[in-house]
């Protein structure tokens, strides 16, 4: 499988996406260095979609650092002109701990701004992206 269906699958089965193939036409994938947020990952699909990964390793440096991660993607989302932000939490051990407290930082932050999405996933659902 290409990266490009990778990510496809990715997005589409992990995420939850319905976006249409056409817009899996254009990927960007790039490794950015974590300066005022702690992604290290950024993908955008077809011009509309923003996806940032991180890979959270425990629940401080979540505390610390998720509203950085969240601020930084609506602040590209909106200058880009993108549809959709997507927050991705990658952990290795028990996603399900992190989520919990994930979506408290994540509702309180995001108010009604229904174009940002936060996901926590296994590491390991990212092996081959």
């Not at 505390?63 to 990658?90: C, H, P, Q, S, T």
């Not at 399900?96 to 996901?119: K, N, P, V, W």
């Amino acid at each position: 499988m290409s990266r490009q269906d990778s990510i496809k699958d990715f997005v589409r089965n992990i995420l939850g996406c319905t976006c249409p193939d056409k817009v899996f036409e254009e990927i960007e994938d790039r490794r950015v260095a974590p300066v005022s947020s702690p992604h290290t990952r950024s993908i955008t699909i077809g011009g509309r979609l923003l996806i940032y990964i991180w890979n959270v390793r425990d629940a401080n440096t979540l505390r610390e650092n998720i509203a950085a991660l969240l601020a930084a993607g609506r602040k590209e989302r909106d200058e880009r002109g993108l549809n959709r932000f997507r927050a991705v939490l990658a952990v290795e051990n028990n996603p399900s701990h992190f989520a919990t407290e994930a979506q408290l930082y994540f509702s309180q932050f995001a108010g009604r701004d229904e174009r940002i999405h936060l996901h926590v996933v296994a590491a390991a659902d990212l092996e081959d992206i």
